[in-house]
């Protein structure tokens, strides 16, 4: 029967197993909220600053070629002398709204030395017509905001440079003093070129970059870093640049927006992974527990099995035994302790039951025996004989042959004994010093007789010499029965006593005799008693 253990093996390595696998997810949950999760996020904002990176090259180029362009034409004897009021075709040779167009200008303007102004070329942002003047007003006072930061920057002597006008609208803005081509002499005055970052550019950048642009006024100075917002499948990152306006601390943000295609990508594989990991170590632990449930668990419940049972069962049902392992190392060994246990228990019994000397059962025993004969024999009322058997004047035996001798003759007169009662299917012990008892179950007054007479004459038929014996010059065994229907009392102890009387009776009469007690010879039995005494 399969016996409930609380704190069994299959539960230790059950619950050992079970705490090293929540371990293990912890740890795999630690590792990817503190290491695979920020790698995966700072790989994510690393693809997107190195595509605002690109985006901020490809602006400042832009600028770049504004600054080359103005110069280009700022050091141009052309320009110069216009400036200097020496080519006055200039413009019309020069300027034209496809010109503006093609090279994406919004304001040329031209300043003397003076600081004042010379003249003004640009497409109006609201109409988009070109148009020249000599002062932004009227049609021109479009460029009035531009002139005035020109202005400025001519006063702070800044003139040879790209900025970001922060506008309305936003443009990219560069200067540069104007000079001969050779670059002899000094500047005759300024020239500043405007290049609007309206749609139109976006569209251009876009098509220069693959990416698709914002822009966003700040009127906060620009930030250090570059702003990520995410939002689902999107991140929107911008990227911001210092510009001049008419108040200070002006910023202009450039917005790029990002599919999360590759984060969400290696997102979505190191889920699986780490799902497949831990399926594959539930696994494991499912597959070690089985195994150790087939290997481990199961033969040793077998083996406990085999331990409980081999006392009544015996065999060896499950081959424990016969396996080449640990388990049929500890099947042999146990088997081999239950033998040696069972010959010692044998022994044990036999010490206990039996005589040292003679070999036959002893005191113990006959009673054990004699119970039970007597319990059957009142129950079912069937006649029970018992008989007492006593080596006739031993003492003199002893003294006449010495205590070794006398064993020696016991030892004869059991065996002879034995061999009687093996032949016949009864009882016989020794009970006293030469004293020997037997139990007759269902023998009737004359068939115990018998059996007394065998015995006697099979004592006499050893021969065994007695020199001092007044009977006979041999050894020889008076023999006394009782019969559990004569006695007095119906119990054990009296029939023996019956059969004791019996015997000093046959004593008394002479010896070498078998005597069956009977009710009347009781008081001749106690003076044959007293006489012997
Ligand atoms: N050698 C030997 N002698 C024993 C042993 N047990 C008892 N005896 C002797 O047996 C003798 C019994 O003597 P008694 O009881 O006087 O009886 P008896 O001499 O046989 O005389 P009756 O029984 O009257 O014929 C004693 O001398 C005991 O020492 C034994 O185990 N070995």
Redesign the pocket.
């Known amino acids: 029967m399969h016996q409930r253990i609380p704190w069994s093996l299959r539960f230790r390595f059950f619950a050992a197993l079970g705490g090293l696998l929540l371990c293990a997810m912890a740890a795999l949950a630690a590792i990817s909220a503190w290491v695979i999760f920020p790698a995966l996020q700072a790989e994510e904002r690393a693809t997107v600053k190195r595509e605002l990176d690109r985006v901020e090259r490809s602006f400042q180029l832009d600028q770049q070629q504004l600054h080359a362009q103005v110069r280009d034409w700022a050091h141009w004897d052309d320009t110069y002398k216009f400036v200097q009021g020496e080519y006055s075709r200039y413009a019309d040779v020069n300027f034209s709204q496809e010109m503006f167009e093609d090279m994406r200008y919004q304001l040329m303007a031209f300043f003397t030395s003076n600081e004042d102004i010379y003249f003004l070329a640009g497409i109006n942002p609201k109409t988009g017509i070109y148009q020249t003047c000599r002062t932004p007003i009227n049609d021109c006072s479009w460029m009035s905001p531009w002139v005035n930061n020109m202005r400025a920057a001519i006063a702070e002597n800044s003139t040879d440079q790209n900025s970001i006008y922060a506008g309305p609208p936003t443009a990219m803005m560069a200067s540069s003093p104007i000079l001969r081509t050779d670059k002899s002499g000094v500047s005759t005055g300024w020239l500043f070129k405007t290049r609007s970052l309206d749609a139109e550019w976006l569209a251009f950048m876009e098509v220069y970059t693959g990416l698709p642009l914002t822009l966003n006024l700040s009127h906060e100075a620009a930030p250090i870093n570059d702003t990520f917002s995410f939002s689902g499948n999107t991140v929107y990152a911008e990227r911001y640049f210092p510009a001049y306006g008419s108040i200070n601390h002006l910023s202009l943000g450039v917005g790029i927006e990002l599919n999360r295609t590759n984060y969400l990508t290696s997102l979505t594989t190191f889920r699986y992974v780490l799902l497949w990991t831990a399926g594959l170590m539930i696994m494991v632990i499912a597959l070690v527990l089985l195994l150790l449930e087939k290997i481990v668990l199961k033969p040793l419940r077998l083996l406990t099995q085999f331990t409980q049972q081999i006392s009544t069962v015996g065999a060896d049902t499950h081959g424990l035994t016969k396996r080449n392992d640990e388990i049929g190392l500890l099947s042999r060994a146990f088997q081999e302790q239950f033998t040696c246990q069972q010959q010692l228990n044998a022994e044990l019994l036999k010490l206990s039951t039996h005589d040292a000397?003679t070999g036959l059962p002893n005191r113990r025993l006959f009673d054990q025996r004699l119970d039970v004969a007597f319990s059957e024999a009142t129950a079912t009322s069937a006649p029970l004989a018992v008989m007492m058997l006593?080596?006739?004047?031993?003492?003199?035996y002893?003294d006449h042959y010495g205590?070794q001798r006398?064993?020696e003759c016991?030892q004869q007169v059991a065996s002879a004994f034995n061999s009687v009662s093996t032949r016949f299917g009864f009882l016989i012990a020794r009970t006293g010093?030469?004293e020997f008892s037997v139990i007759l179950p269902e023998a009737s007054p004359s068939s115990a007789k018998d059996v007394g007479e065998h015995l006697m004459l099979a004592i006499d038929h050893l021969q065994l010499p007695h020199a001092t014996s007044p009977v006979k010059p041999f050894v020889t065994v008076s023999v006394g029965i009782a019969m559990l229907q004569d006695c007095q009392s119906q119990t054990p102890s009296a029939v023996m006593s019956s059969a004791d009387q019996a015997l000093y009776l046959a004593?008394a009469a002479g010896?070498h005799q078998v005597v069956l007690f009977e009710p009347s010879l009781a008081s001749r039995s106690v003076s044959a008693h007293n006489k012997?005494l």
């Open positions: 000397l006593d080596i006739d004047h031993f003492k003199l002893n205590h006398g064993d016991l010093g030469e004593k010896r012997l």
